[in-house]
Protein backbone atom coordinates (compact mmCIF):
# COMPACT_ATOMS: atom_id res chain seq x y z
CA UNK A 1 0.00 0.00 0.00
CA UNK A 2 1.07 3.39 -0.75
CA UNK A 3 -0.30 6.65 -0.27
CA UNK A 4 0.39 9.56 -1.79
CA UNK A 5 -0.26 13.55 -0.49
CA UNK A 6 -3.21 14.21 -1.45
CA UNK A 7 -3.91 18.46 -2.04
CA UNK A 8 -7.25 18.16 -3.50
CA UNK A 9 -10.16 20.83 -2.63
CA UNK A 10 -12.67 18.20 -2.53
CA UNK A 11 -13.54 15.44 -1.76
CA UNK A 12 -10.40 15.41 -0.18
CA UNK A 13 -7.98 13.55 2.63
CA UNK A 14 -9.11 12.23 5.28
CA UNK A 15 -7.16 11.64 8.49
CA UNK A 16 -5.88 7.37 7.97
CA UNK A 17 -6.66 6.57 11.34
CA UNK A 18 -10.70 6.98 10.49
CA UNK A 19 -9.94 4.93 6.81
CA UNK A 20 -8.47 2.47 8.81
CA UNK A 21 -11.06 2.32 11.70
CA UNK A 22 -14.04 1.72 8.77
CA UNK A 23 -11.95 -0.99 7.00
CA UNK A 24 -11.61 -3.03 9.91
CA UNK A 25 -15.63 -2.29 10.81
CA UNK A 26 -16.30 -3.40 7.42
CA UNK A 27 -17.29 -6.45 7.01
CA UNK A 28 -18.64 -6.59 10.76
CA UNK A 29 -19.28 -3.83 12.73
CA UNK A 30 -19.30 -4.35 16.58
CA UNK A 31 -20.66 -7.73 16.19
CA UNK A 32 -23.18 -7.00 14.24
CA UNK A 33 -22.78 -8.88 11.29
CA UNK A 34 -22.61 -6.54 8.73
CA UNK A 35 -21.50 -3.45 7.23
CA UNK A 36 -23.14 0.23 8.44
CA UNK A 37 -23.89 0.36 4.49
CA UNK A 38 -26.12 -2.62 4.96
CA UNK A 39 -27.89 -1.94 8.30
CA UNK A 40 -31.66 -0.29 8.48
CA UNK A 41 -31.49 3.78 8.76
CA UNK A 42 -34.15 2.66 11.65
CA UNK A 43 -31.61 -0.06 13.85
CA UNK A 44 -30.40 0.88 17.26
CA UNK A 45 -27.17 0.44 16.04
CA UNK A 46 -27.58 3.42 13.35
CA UNK A 47 -29.39 5.73 16.05
CA UNK A 48 -26.61 5.34 18.37
CA UNK A 49 -24.28 6.36 15.11
CA UNK A 50 -26.51 9.38 14.48
CA UNK A 51 -27.12 10.45 18.00
CA UNK A 52 -23.33 10.18 18.95
CA UNK A 53 -22.17 11.72 15.60
CA UNK A 54 -24.60 15.17 16.80
CA UNK A 55 -23.16 15.04 20.50
CA UNK A 56 -19.72 14.74 18.94
CA UNK A 57 -20.16 18.06 16.64
CA UNK A 58 -22.23 20.26 19.71
CA UNK A 59 -19.23 19.41 21.52
CA UNK A 60 -16.70 20.49 19.06
CA UNK A 61 -18.74 23.40 18.06
CA UNK A 62 -20.28 24.16 21.80
CA UNK A 63 -23.59 24.58 19.70
CA UNK A 64 -26.09 25.83 21.62
CA UNK A 65 -29.29 24.11 22.70
CA UNK A 66 -31.40 26.65 20.89
CA UNK A 67 -29.69 25.26 17.70
CA UNK A 68 -30.55 22.57 15.78
CA UNK A 69 -27.83 19.80 13.36
CA UNK A 70 -29.49 18.56 10.89
CA UNK A 71 -27.40 15.71 7.98
CA UNK A 72 -28.96 16.59 4.44
CA UNK A 73 -28.34 15.11 1.34
CA UNK A 74 -28.17 17.50 -1.75
CA UNK A 75 -24.68 18.83 -0.95
CA UNK A 76 -24.32 22.07 -0.23
CA UNK A 77 -25.73 22.81 -3.39
CA UNK A 78 -29.17 22.25 -2.48
CA UNK A 79 -28.69 24.50 0.63
CA UNK A 80 -28.70 27.13 -1.88
CA UNK A 81 -32.55 26.68 -2.23
CA UNK A 82 -33.16 25.52 1.25
CA UNK A 83 -32.00 28.58 2.19
CA UNK A 84 -34.32 31.03 0.09
CA UNK A 85 -37.52 29.03 0.64
CA UNK A 86 -36.76 28.47 4.43
CA UNK A 87 -35.83 31.79 5.14
CA UNK A 88 -37.33 34.32 2.43
CA UNK A 89 -40.58 35.64 4.24
CA UNK A 90 -40.07 39.18 2.86
CA UNK A 91 -38.86 37.80 -0.21
CA UNK A 92 -35.39 40.07 0.08
CA UNK A 93 -31.79 39.06 1.10
CA UNK A 94 -28.55 40.52 0.81
CA UNK A 95 -25.78 38.68 -0.69
CA UNK A 96 -21.96 39.22 -0.48
CA UNK A 97 -20.35 37.98 -3.55
CA UNK A 98 -16.88 36.57 -2.99
CA UNK A 99 -16.69 33.71 -5.88
CA UNK A 100 -18.13 31.43 -7.19
CA UNK A 101 -19.64 29.50 -5.06
CA UNK A 102 -21.40 32.47 -3.53
CA UNK A 103 -22.39 33.72 -6.89
CA UNK A 104 -24.45 30.44 -7.30
CA UNK A 105 -25.89 30.77 -3.92
CA UNK A 106 -27.25 34.26 -5.69
CA UNK A 107 -28.62 33.07 -8.97
CA UNK A 108 -30.65 30.15 -6.90
CA UNK A 109 -31.64 32.44 -4.87
CA UNK A 110 -33.42 34.79 -7.08
CA UNK A 111 -35.69 31.80 -8.27
CA UNK A 112 -36.70 32.71 -5.22
CA UNK A 113 -36.89 36.61 -4.38
CA UNK A 114 -35.10 39.78 -4.87
CA UNK A 115 -31.71 39.37 -4.24
CA UNK A 116 -29.15 42.49 -3.43
CA UNK A 117 -25.80 42.23 -3.99
CA UNK A 118 -24.22 44.33 -1.58
CA UNK A 119 -20.53 43.78 -1.96
CA UNK A 120 -18.49 41.93 -4.45
CA UNK A 121 -14.53 41.40 -5.44
CA UNK A 122 -15.59 39.88 -8.47
CA UNK A 123 -13.33 42.86 -10.30
CA UNK A 124 -10.42 41.77 -8.97
CA UNK A 125 -10.77 38.41 -9.55
CA UNK A 126 -12.46 37.73 -5.92
CA UNK A 127 -8.54 37.67 -4.72
CA UNK A 128 -9.69 39.54 -1.48
CA UNK A 129 -12.69 40.12 0.77
CA UNK A 130 -14.70 43.14 0.43
CA UNK A 131 -14.71 45.77 3.34
CA UNK A 132 -18.46 44.48 4.87
CA UNK A 133 -18.11 47.24 8.24
CA UNK A 134 -20.99 49.48 6.92
CA UNK A 135 -22.80 47.81 3.68
CA UNK A 136 -26.34 49.06 2.07
CA UNK A 137 -28.37 46.27 3.82
CA UNK A 138 -32.16 46.55 2.99
CA UNK A 139 -34.44 47.40 6.55
CA UNK A 140 -36.88 44.48 5.21
CA UNK A 141 -33.67 41.66 4.23
CA UNK A 142 -34.77 38.36 5.29
CA UNK A 143 -31.10 37.76 5.54
CA UNK A 144 -27.18 38.03 4.54
CA UNK A 145 -26.05 35.37 2.56
CA UNK A 146 -21.41 34.93 2.61
CA UNK A 147 -19.64 32.32 1.91
CA UNK A 148 -16.90 32.07 4.29
CA UNK A 149 -13.95 30.58 3.15
CA UNK A 150 -13.81 30.30 -0.74
CA UNK A 151 -12.46 27.45 -2.09
CA UNK A 152 -11.53 28.74 -5.03
CA UNK A 153 -10.02 31.70 -4.50
CA UNK A 154 -8.55 30.67 -1.53
CA UNK A 155 -10.08 34.66 0.74
CA UNK A 156 -11.49 33.88 4.11
CA UNK A 157 -13.65 36.40 6.20
CA UNK A 158 -11.23 36.81 9.54
CA UNK A 159 -13.98 38.90 10.77
CA UNK A 160 -17.71 38.75 9.89
CA UNK A 161 -20.00 41.35 7.81
CA UNK A 162 -21.57 43.53 10.07
CA UNK A 163 -25.32 42.56 9.27
CA UNK A 164 -26.86 45.60 11.20
CA UNK A 165 -29.03 43.32 12.71
CA UNK A 166 -29.83 40.94 10.13
CA UNK A 167 -29.72 36.83 10.17
CA UNK A 168 -26.47 35.80 9.16
CA UNK A 169 -26.17 32.68 6.99
CA UNK A 170 -22.80 31.66 5.85
CA UNK A 171 -21.24 28.32 3.92
CA UNK A 172 -18.59 27.27 5.56
CA UNK A 173 -17.92 24.07 3.59
CA UNK A 174 -14.04 24.22 3.25
CA UNK A 175 -13.39 25.66 6.83
CA UNK A 176 -16.19 23.40 8.31
CA UNK A 177 -14.14 22.44 11.84
CA UNK A 178 -10.79 23.72 10.63
CA UNK A 179 -11.04 26.34 14.07
CA UNK A 180 -13.99 26.96 16.89
CA UNK A 181 -16.46 29.14 15.73
CA UNK A 182 -19.25 30.81 17.74
CA UNK A 183 -22.51 29.62 16.67
CA UNK A 184 -24.62 32.41 17.91
CA UNK A 185 -23.47 34.81 15.78
CA UNK A 186 -25.14 33.32 12.94
CA UNK A 187 -28.74 32.07 12.16
CA UNK A 188 -27.51 29.58 9.79
CA UNK A 189 -24.00 27.59 9.44
CA UNK A 190 -24.13 24.75 6.72
CA UNK A 191 -21.08 22.89 5.17
CA UNK A 192 -21.06 20.20 2.40
CA UNK A 193 -18.20 17.63 4.31
CA UNK A 194 -16.45 16.48 1.56
CA UNK A 195 -13.88 19.76 2.12
CA UNK A 196 -12.79 19.05 5.39
CA UNK A 197 -14.66 16.36 7.70
CA UNK A 198 -16.04 13.79 5.53
CA UNK A 199 -17.41 11.30 2.23
CA UNK A 200 -19.27 13.51 0.03
CA UNK A 201 -22.95 13.19 -0.31
CA UNK A 202 -23.35 15.26 3.34
CA UNK A 203 -24.27 18.31 4.17
CA UNK A 204 -24.45 19.49 7.88
CA UNK A 205 -26.48 22.38 8.46
CA UNK A 206 -26.83 24.15 12.03
CA UNK A 207 -30.16 26.19 12.49
CA UNK A 208 -31.29 28.75 15.04
CA UNK A 209 -34.40 27.16 16.10
CA UNK A 210 -36.86 29.85 15.39
CA UNK A 211 -36.10 29.48 12.02
CA UNK A 212 -37.08 26.00 11.73
CA UNK A 213 -40.45 27.72 10.44
CA UNK A 214 -43.78 25.82 9.33
CA UNK A 215 -44.40 28.82 7.00
CA UNK A 216 -42.19 28.19 4.04
CA UNK A 217 -42.22 29.57 0.47
CA UNK A 218 -45.17 27.88 -1.36
CA UNK A 219 -44.07 25.31 -3.48
CA UNK A 220 -41.06 24.37 -0.99
CA UNK A 221 -41.10 20.30 -1.32
CA UNK A 222 -41.38 18.66 2.10
CA UNK A 223 -37.70 17.60 1.89
CA UNK A 224 -36.13 21.08 1.88
CA UNK A 225 -38.33 21.91 4.31
CA UNK A 226 -36.33 22.25 7.22
CA UNK A 227 -38.65 21.32 9.65
CA UNK A 228 -39.13 18.28 8.37
CA UNK A 229 -36.07 17.27 8.70
CA UNK A 230 -35.94 18.49 11.97
CA UNK A 231 -38.90 17.39 13.04
CA UNK A 232 -37.65 13.72 12.03
CA UNK A 233 -34.17 13.91 13.43
CA UNK A 234 -33.06 13.73 10.13
CA UNK A 235 -34.41 10.52 9.43
CA UNK A 236 -37.81 11.55 7.56
CA UNK A 237 -36.47 9.60 4.84
CA UNK A 238 -32.94 7.40 4.26
CA UNK A 239 -30.39 9.27 4.96
CA UNK A 240 -26.51 9.18 3.65
CA UNK A 241 -25.81 6.53 6.82
CA UNK A 242 -22.44 5.85 5.48
CA UNK A 243 -21.16 8.98 5.41
CA UNK A 244 -22.60 10.15 8.47
CA UNK A 245 -20.82 7.49 10.13
CA UNK A 246 -17.25 8.33 8.74
CA UNK A 247 -18.19 12.03 9.86
CA UNK A 248 -18.76 10.30 13.31
CA UNK A 249 -15.35 8.74 13.23
CA UNK A 250 -13.73 11.82 12.08
CA UNK A 251 -15.47 14.25 14.99
CA UNK A 252 -13.89 11.84 17.58
CA UNK A 253 -10.44 11.62 15.92
CA UNK A 254 -11.14 15.92 16.42
CA UNK A 255 -11.50 15.16 19.71
CA UNK A 256 -9.05 13.07 20.63
CA UNK A 257 -6.35 15.04 18.80
CA UNK A 258 -7.27 18.29 20.96
CA UNK A 259 -10.39 19.17 19.49
CA UNK A 260 -10.64 22.44 17.50
CA UNK A 261 -8.19 24.91 18.99
CA UNK A 262 -5.43 22.54 18.08
CA UNK A 263 -6.86 21.93 15.09
CA UNK A 264 -6.11 26.07 14.06
CA UNK A 265 -2.99 25.55 15.64
CA UNK A 266 -1.51 23.05 13.48
CA UNK A 267 -3.90 24.77 10.34
CA UNK A 268 -1.96 27.81 10.93
CA UNK A 269 1.51 26.12 11.50
CA UNK A 270 0.93 24.14 7.87
CA UNK A 271 -0.44 27.45 6.00
CA UNK A 272 2.45 29.63 7.13
CA UNK A 273 4.89 27.33 6.21
CA UNK A 274 3.84 27.45 2.17
CA UNK A 275 2.90 31.29 2.96
CA UNK A 276 6.22 32.34 3.79
CA UNK A 277 8.12 30.43 1.19
CA UNK A 278 5.51 32.19 -1.36
CA UNK A 279 6.52 35.30 -0.19
CA UNK A 280 10.02 35.05 -0.14
CA UNK A 281 10.01 32.95 -3.50
CA UNK A 282 11.26 34.29 -6.76
CA UNK A 283 9.03 32.14 -9.00
CA UNK A 284 6.03 31.57 -7.47
CA UNK A 285 3.42 33.65 -5.92
CA UNK A 286 0.35 33.54 -4.03
CA UNK A 287 -2.82 35.21 -5.76
CA UNK A 288 -4.65 36.69 -2.29
CA UNK A 289 -4.21 39.70 -0.61
CA UNK A 290 -2.39 38.66 2.21
CA UNK A 291 -5.19 39.66 5.06
CA UNK A 292 -7.92 37.64 3.74
CA UNK A 293 -5.70 34.52 2.78
CA UNK A 294 -7.32 31.00 3.56
CA UNK A 295 -5.74 28.65 6.12
CA UNK A 296 -7.38 25.54 4.14
CA UNK A 297 -6.93 26.44 0.21
CA UNK A 298 -4.09 27.96 -0.87
CA UNK A 299 -3.73 29.24 -4.43
CA UNK A 300 -0.34 30.18 -6.26
CA UNK A 301 0.96 30.65 -9.77
CA UNK A 302 4.42 31.46 -11.38
CA UNK A 303 2.75 33.48 -13.96
CA UNK A 304 4.05 31.55 -16.99
CA UNK A 305 1.44 28.73 -17.89
CA UNK A 306 3.86 26.40 -19.42
CA UNK A 307 5.77 26.09 -16.19
CA UNK A 308 2.84 25.97 -14.04
CA UNK A 309 1.96 22.81 -15.75
CA UNK A 310 5.14 21.24 -15.86
CA UNK A 311 4.86 21.84 -11.68
CA UNK A 312 1.73 20.18 -11.93
CA UNK A 313 2.58 17.23 -13.67
CA UNK A 314 6.32 17.04 -11.80
CA UNK A 315 4.74 17.51 -8.19
CA UNK A 316 2.42 14.73 -9.57
CA UNK A 317 5.40 12.10 -10.18
CA UNK A 318 6.95 13.22 -7.05
CA UNK A 319 3.57 11.88 -4.92
CA UNK A 320 1.81 14.88 -4.66
CA UNK A 321 -1.60 14.51 -6.42
CA UNK A 322 -4.17 17.47 -7.45
CA UNK A 323 -2.39 21.05 -7.17
CA UNK A 324 -3.70 22.19 -10.37
CA UNK A 325 -6.43 25.05 -9.68
CA UNK A 326 -9.41 25.20 -10.64
CA UNK A 327 -10.83 25.26 -14.09
CA UNK A 328 -11.68 28.37 -14.08
CA UNK A 329 -8.86 30.07 -12.76
CA UNK A 330 -5.96 28.35 -13.64
CA UNK A 331 -2.09 27.75 -11.57
CA UNK A 332 -2.01 25.72 -8.67
CA UNK A 333 -3.69 25.33 -5.58
CA UNK A 334 -3.16 23.45 -2.30
CA UNK A 335 -5.44 22.47 -0.54
CA UNK A 336 -4.10 21.36 3.24
CA UNK A 337 -7.39 20.46 5.08
CA UNK A 338 -7.22 19.41 9.01
CA UNK A 339 -6.15 16.03 7.37
CA UNK A 340 -3.13 16.88 5.78
CA UNK A 341 0.12 16.09 7.56
CA UNK A 342 2.88 18.36 8.36
CA UNK A 343 4.93 16.74 6.52
CA UNK A 344 2.91 16.82 3.39
CA UNK A 345 3.46 20.76 3.43
CA UNK A 346 6.93 20.38 4.41
CA UNK A 347 7.58 17.79 0.88
CA UNK A 348 5.54 20.37 -0.69
CA UNK A 349 7.38 23.25 0.09
CA UNK A 350 10.84 21.50 -0.28
CA UNK A 351 9.84 20.28 -3.68
CA UNK A 352 8.55 24.18 -4.97
CA UNK A 353 12.64 25.07 -4.07
CA UNK A 354 13.48 22.47 -5.85
CA UNK A 355 11.87 23.27 -8.75
CA UNK A 356 12.37 26.82 -8.49
CA UNK A 357 15.92 26.30 -8.53
CA UNK A 358 15.48 24.18 -11.59
CA UNK A 359 13.49 26.78 -13.61
CA UNK A 360 14.46 30.23 -12.43
CA UNK A 361 15.78 32.10 -15.50
C1 LIG B 1 -17.60 22.58 -2.82
C2 LIG B 1 -18.37 23.72 -2.34
C3 LIG B 1 -19.75 23.82 -2.56
C4 LIG B 1 -20.53 22.79 -3.36
O1 LIG B 1 -20.66 21.63 -2.65
P1 LIG B 1 -21.58 20.43 -3.19
O2 LIG B 1 -21.64 19.55 -2.00
O3 LIG B 1 -20.85 19.84 -4.35
O4 LIG B 1 -22.88 21.00 -3.57
C5 LIG B 1 -20.42 24.91 -2.03
N1 LIG B 1 -19.77 25.84 -1.33
C6 LIG B 1 -18.44 25.79 -1.11
C7 LIG B 1 -17.78 26.86 -0.31
C8 LIG B 1 -17.71 24.72 -1.59
O5 LIG B 1 -16.39 24.67 -1.36
Not at 72 to 83: D, E, N, P, W
Not at 173 to 185: A, G, N, R, V, Y
Not at 203 to 217: F, K, N, P
Request: with cysteine.
Amino acid sequence: MSRVYNFSAGPAVLPEEVLKEAAEEMMDYRGCGMSVMEMSHRSKMFQQIIDDAEADIRTLLSIPDNYKVLFLQGGASQQFAAVPMNLMVNKKACYIQTGQWAKKAAQEAKLYGDVHIVASSEDKTYSYIPDCSDLPIDDDADYVYICENNTIYGTKYKTLPNTKGKLLVSDVSSCFLSEPMDITKYGVVYGGVQKNVGPAGLVISIIREDLIRDEVLPGTPTMLKWKTQADNGSLYNTPNCYAIYICGKVFKWLLNNGGLSEMQRKNEEKAALLYDFLDSSKLFKGTVRKEDRSVMNVPFITGDEELDAKFVAESKAAGMENLKGHRTVGGMRASIYNAMPKAGVEKLVSFMEDFEKKNLK
